[in-house]
């Protein structure tokens, strides 16, 4: 998974509460997680140790 903030539709108004900002701060080259990665993000964020993933792909 490619995590691009700059293509995210609710970059800004999302990024207070979302995992990439919380654990690696403004990522501006955007993050990749490996299915591992993603896995413990995900248990992390269902046991509310941490904010889920925010990110909204545009489809255009």
Known sequence: MLIDCDSCMVRGTGCGDCV???L?????????????????????????????LR???STA
Do not use: H, Y
């Open 20 to 22: 990439v900002s919380v």
């Open 55 to 57: 990110l909204r792909r």
């Open 24 to 52: 690696l701060g403004a990522a501006p080259d955007g993050v990749e997680l490996d299915p591992a990665e993603q896995d413990a993000i995900d248990v992390l964020a269902r046991t509310g140790l941490v904010p889920p």
